[in-house]
Structure formats: structure tokens, C-alpha cells
């Protein structure tokens, strides 16, 4: 019973997040909306028994794609410095 809370509350929050990290105008704050939507999905994994799947969502989802992304939002500039 209380497993089952837990798992309808974490998807809650991946929606929330979710939808955050496509409303922000920040693209830096989207980034990290999109990494806290990736390590609670990984959450949701581990809670559905699915370890091995659980450390590949963390590993590459939520930490190899947010650096990427940070390194590509590093490289441009922001319409206000034009």
C-alpha cells in the first residue's frame, strides 16, 4: 500500500518537472528541470525493481545528458548580450 503511494507521488513530481523544464524561458533551468525529471525516473525504475535500468537512467540520463547540455548552452550567448 504504501509502496504504491510512493510510486503515484514520484510520478506526480516527474510530471511536474517535466512540464517546468519546457515552460522555463531559462534554457540552464530547464537543464536541471530535465536532470531532477531524469534521477527520479530512475527512481520510478528502481521502485519498479528494474535496478540495472535505474543506474543507466542516473548514469547517462540525468548525469552524461546534463553535462552535455550545460557544455552546449556554455557555447552560446544570450539574446540580451547581442
Known amino acids: 500500500m504504501i509502496e504504491e503511494i510512493i510510486q503515484i507521488v514520484v510520478l506526480l513530481i516527474i510530471i511536474v518537472t517535466a512540464i517546468m523544464a519546457v515552460s522555463f524561458k531559462d534554457l540552464l533551468a530547464a537543464v536541471i528541470s530535465l536532470a531532477a525529471t531524469s534521477l527520479l525516473l530512475s527512481l520510478e ?32 550567448v544570450r539574446e540580451e548580450e547581442i
Open 45 to 76: 525504475f528502481y521502485i519498479l525493481q528494474a535496478p540495472d535500468v535505474a543506474i543507466a537512467e542516473a548514469g547517462i540520463g540525468a548525469a552524461l545528458t546534463t553535462a552535455i547540455f550545460i557544455l552546449a548552452i556554455k557555447g552560446t
